[in-house]
């Protein structure tokens, strides 16, 4: 099982090519799947296997995925509709392909996100505004 945690700042080169942290090359496979999270805020990176657990994880609450159901099919066909392919090369890095830098308004700066069981890829000026917003206290009761 994956546990991927931290923080950490880079830049994509100009070709899209985003070098992983170190930590994260030693316990990944040289495949991955990109996409973009639900709210486009940010991408999410997982290994094959841990892509399709998720997007089965996401209809849990409904009992699992009813492939009867016209609403959770378009909602699965969209999620896999959105996920890419990628590999890590040689030095530990993976192209991010234009489309989803795009949609998840990725420029030079990015930050890496451990997320347990995947890692995120955010905006840097994002990913600041969200962590500002995120108030730690509040899981805590008095």
């Known amino acids: 099982?994956?546990?991927?945690?931290?923080?950490?700042?880079f830049k994509l080169d100009a070709k899209g090519r985003l070098s992983l942290p170190s930590a994260f090359r030693k316990v990944l496979s040289k495949n991955l799947m990109v996409t973009l999270s639900p709210k486009g805020d940010c991408l999410y990176?997982?290994?094959?296997?841990?892509?399709?657990?998720?997007?089965?994880?996401?209809?849990?609450?409904?009992?699992?995925?009813?492939?009867?159901?016209?609403k959770q099919v378009a909602v699965r066909t969209m999620l896999n509709s959105r996920a890419r392919a990628v590999e890590v090369d040689g030095s530990g890095r993976i192209g991010i392909p234009a489309p989803q830098r795009a949609d998840a308004s990725l420029d030079k700066d990015v930050v890496v996100i451990g997320n347990t069981d995947h890692f995120e890829i955010w905006d840097a000026k994002r990913w600041d505004e969200f962590a500002a917003s995120v108030d730690l206290g509040s899981i805590f009761s008095d």
């Open 1 to 9: 099982m994956l546990n991927l945690v931290g923080e950490y700042h």
């Open 45 to 70: 990176v997982f290994e094959p296997d841990g892509f399709g657990a998720w997007v089965n994880s996401l209809f849990e609450h409904n009992g699992g995925f009813n492939p009867s159901s016209r």
